[in-house]
């Protein structure tokens, strides 16, 4: 966990201090304003950082500039952090020193600090991240002096533009007044008028010129500070970020009481909600949320305000590059000037094609040849469904009016819509729901857990004799092929057998087998075991005549054409790396026929489905008829936004999976014993790895007086919890354990961190990204140990 | 219609060159790129065209550089369009004399055209626009001359961000190589590893000294010439310039090709469907796609291969604020930075929170006080029957088992998923969809048009008799409160009640009325009459007794509580100005118990919803059990980048409406007859408008023999033919006519343009967006006279 924060605080006014340019005068801007501060707030302390310089030259010039300053003002401090010798420095190590320093200054009272970056927004710093980038997990507002010289109004707006698109908020923007372009009265107009962003005009500072005498320099910019400072247009500049300053704390403050009176929450019994237990997001940066601290009128003015909180629940399981990504704002933005959003029928663009052939290659399924987008999961689905009915349909020759039903595992869950929502077995989500009604055949599934240092297979009794199977290592419950040779899938495929020929016989008709590989998500975060849906899929493709007699399809045609029901896979959740893979159906060595992503699609910055499915599928909705068609497409289908930043996010994760960036994960004792590091897809099958270190599941599977039992695949780990009240959705088990996590831990530096996580029921989950680093894990870690043994 | 197209010929390899920075060398590369293709293609011509420069200084400074290299190529042509003192001069100017300079060249034959911009990429125009605005309509490939001096890394980076983000591809970088920064070496590794960009590195110039000779100047200049151009690093920089030329076409070409073997289009039958009939779009800009002229592999090498499409179904009736609008792009790109998506139950960022209440505000219903977000209209009417069939049940004491239905109108439509399928009536859009189950009862309703230059109310004859009230303006027929003085109403009323009860006896139970207020879009884009609607909500809300007996709300809340049934407005497509004021509501002078908005809510860029609810519905929620909690949300809910945007966009529409934006459209015949332009909100109720001139309505409507009827409202214009074969979905009695349009005009210039309109059956409609202009709306208008008329 980066012990970084925002640096926001009651006392301090922190502003930091951008060039539109280099050499537009930013040190001697600040000079001006930390000479202002000084005068007109006489009760408080101001401070001035330069925290990296770009060279020796840099800094003496700076030291030069700052000398006029410090003969006006000794109390204010100078500090350069980085020299230009320690040119190796981390990021983390300049963040760290300024949130150091900046707490300091809070600390010791009332005051301002002003924050001099080095050189224009994107000077590399010393580790080669460009200044603008370095900075954006400190959500410090900026000031940005504007460039007066000849083409200063272009450079002034393309670095205004490439910070707001980091979401930093540029508060004043000042600039010197130059009578030659007229820069000053353009960027006036300009930022007001797009933006309502204040413009300050500043008088021009003497020439310095070298052929003087050094002292006469220093003499004349004195005279300048002294008489600038005390004018009009500063005090106004100042006066507007003081209000500022007090605006942004109040408006985070106040959100929690608005949003109760306003907001309908998702997934919420409001009635249970008090304004209290809604938590302000200022901003989020890499895997953290940027949250007000819980009862912001208690703290004092010297604390902060803001602490980095673990969004530990990937933000519902959608993140996978990180929060405030530059790649993925940018390839939005690209898109967006591009084409804004273009309709879909009958047209073709870039993005949506690209994404339709990346996807297909991606996951690696011979039987995918068509995409179908929409918006989420809910509608991927909805789409999925009718597709698969309908090719059943049209293949057994039943009537429009036959009733049809799914086929799936109870705790399954598809989505919110109601068409999803009856796919799922009655359960808490869709029970009181007017228009529910469950339309399938759930199977009871065995469940996979750490329990006490051991892996468990757990079969409930109606599947055969309910018994436990034991594995020493996670892998060899994936070895599917040793398995089978042992025959251990043949009580499957006989309950399998059984429990549907039972319905067929009471002549129900199955229209869809779905089924998510791997995971349930929704329905409990539980580890299936892979061999119970490898033998599901082969009893329904092995026994097609089951299903319906006439119309098989052409045997010569096996490996693409669907046989028995359409098999659909709800990856939404499972998909594009969250189990560590492009496909969990990867797990279970065979092919859907229809298989839907959503979530991690974009990296987890907009909604965006797709529903893959075979041509074997598609040709069930080919007729003369133009009504025979798949009449389903929503307004923003294939927004070109949305596929340019799941190109962008897929292309980042197979590259991540082909350079090996989870090999540290994976080697943290999760491939051993025979299971080694495999890049070549054949040999995935059996090789199932998790950010979170197997020793740290084995201890938690350890405190059995608590836990029932516990996995981790992928960037996933799942706690299940002891219940007095049961292991549903309503179960209270998991909350005790959510709220010491939401308390946080503090680090020695004195900043508080925590975790946000949500439980399901007597299951508490942590999520990672795909770009959790193994600092963090061991960060968090440490926290859940503390967490879980202080709860004994 | 603008006719100006993008730049694209398979004879001339344009490409614009940018400045990262002014006086960073433009000209000079430019020189050097010229001379280089005189040498390496010498059978081809190439220019060079500088259409604008920025002061005198500029100009003679460009003439002197240019002079070096015009005496080696005297073929390449200097050209500068704007001259200083023509500085009033339109953006439309420029772009047209830029265009019709590329066309001259392309139609002499195969050859190479620079575009040199002034100043840095944001330079104002002549106009004032920016550079980098004022040519996105061109969509020219880019070349971007870095800046080599210190703070060069900040600039162009900086620079290249600002053209990204507003769609232009950045071909390749060049920068001359200095030793004393290093920038080219960290520029080119930048641009290799975050976008994959060739950056070419060319050695520095000889210093221009105007202490040397003028003479000796050029000396020098003409020996650097005639060395670099020959190098092989600008003679791969012209390749690879010349591949992605190629490249850039071939890819146009073959994306119908493509689609056709993985797309699985929405709403298509695509057996129907051959590769020819898909349009490949290349961007789009303010009204208009740019598309590919169809059949290109005929097209000669000297036509231009793209033409501006005017986007008529305003991109399945999302556009608002123009495609690739700037300010838009901003706003996504901000919360992108500062958030990426965050998760949203129990949470509060600013987007979501600044939304609801600005919609809450904007759309003036005192009874609604929350909002429930989810990313597009089926969702958020799915989350709206959710709400209004739960609190029926509440408020009737019906168990969780009763069948519900609700009651609407013949020929709704709510979208794609199952649950708002099912509030549909059953017709083509369903009838085949396996799951489908018409859940209601639907009423016939009396529908507007222009016939034959009268406006006529036509009442079917399930309405008491069949009747056809005409009436003299359209104001008229929404001037409600006249209609009822004169009981226009009460007939309505009869058949209301009628129809009503005789459901009620059978014991049907109801949950909720839903409308589409005035307009039925994907049924058939029908105008409804008002009156009928507003009897309909008030039948529903003064008889609340026959819905249930028992808990009528308390009297004393009687304007904030829902009476009867909850009243749910699905104006997913009517709000947000699309008939030109913030709510279709107002028409019927009455507020809904909840409010659905999607589609222009974004401006037309990123999906997302809102379901506006009164607190009385949201009170039926309440208890102490989370299960009785609306159990709904999607992983992306309330996305901080839908929501920025949705903020920008409804800023500007309301700041728009403000502005008296389009009052040239009211005063086109509209506004008359006693009904003036009002600003104020109280005297809304009847002033109907339309961008669509009344005179050409009327034109349309005197064409008797192909049209039965026409309207328009806002920027809606629908046309109803006709029909052989029925009015129905299936009817394609409107094809000829869009096929007229799709084949479009030539305007003088010699560019075409066309129209890309949807039917709905015998139904063609075309619609603008909230910046169509009135030159747009003119030009757009004459096509339709000319297709028409040809058409009879």
Redesign the interface.
Known sequence: MSPIGPLLWRNLRVYKIY?A???VGKTIVASILCNATRRLWKDEATAYLKPVSTGAEDEADDKSTLGSLLKVSLTVPYINIIRPSEQAISNEHILKSIYEFALERASAGKGWLFIETA??????SPS?T??AELY?ALRCPVLLVGDWK??G???????F??L?????DVENILVFEDTDYGNSE?LKDYFQQ?YGIMVTVLPMPPPRNSAYDKDEDEEFMLDYYSKKSEEKTVRDALNHLQTRHNDRID?LES??A??H?????????????QPN?????D??HGSC?Q?LLPEPSAISNKQSLLRPSL?G?A?????GL?????????A???????????????????P??KL??LM?DSINNPRL?????S?????GM?VA??MA??AS?VRYGWS?N?K?AILGLKGSYHG????TM?CAEPN????????YEG?GVWLEYPQIQCVAGEWQVLVPCEIGTSRTRSFSHLSEVFDLEKRTARGEHSFYEAYILSTLRKHLDEGRKF?ALILEPVVLGAGGMVLIDPLFQQTLVQVVRQNASLFGSNKQPDSAKHDKEWWGLPVIFDEVFTGIYRLGRPTAASFLGLHPDISVH??LLTG????LCV?L?SESI?NA?????????????????A?P??CQVAIESLNQLNSMEKAGAWNWAKSNGWLQGGYEIHTSVTNLRSQVWSIWPLSLVNWISLQTSRVSGVWAVGSILAIHLHAADGSG??STAAEGLRKRLLSGAKVESGVSWNI?S?VLGNVLYIMGSQVTTEREVGDISDLLRTGLEEQL
Chains 1, 2 share one sequence.
């Not at 237990?277 to 997001?281: A, E, F, G, N, S």
């Not at 933000?315 to 993140?319: A, D, G, N, R």
């Open positions: 060039g340019n280099t050499d050189g224009g927004i994107h000077s590399p080669g460009t200044q954006t000849l083409g109004i272009s450079s002034t707006i393309s670095a533009e490439s707001r698109i980091r979401g930093y353009y797009h408006a959100m929690p608005h949003a009176t306003m907001i309908w929450y998702p997934f919420t019994q409001q009635k249970l909600l237990d809604i938590v302000p997001i901003s989020a949320f949250t969004d629940s933000s519902w399981w959608t993140q990180g929060h405030g990504n530059s790649s993925l704002t940018l939005a933005a690209y898109a967006a000037g591009r084409y804004g959003h273009v309709m879909f029928a009958g047209m073709i663009h870039e949506a094609l339709a052939a297909l040849s068509r995409v179908f987008f918006d989420n999961g809910s509608t909805e469904i009718k009915l309908r349909r429009s036959t049809i919110d819509t109601i068409g009856d808490t989500y869709n029970e009181k729901v007017e228009w339309r229209g959503a979530k987890g910055l907009v909604p529903t499915a598609f909705f080919a007729s003369e008829e133009k009504s025979d068609a798949l009449l389903h497409g929503h307004s923003y289908t927004h936004v949305g959705y309503t946000h949500r």
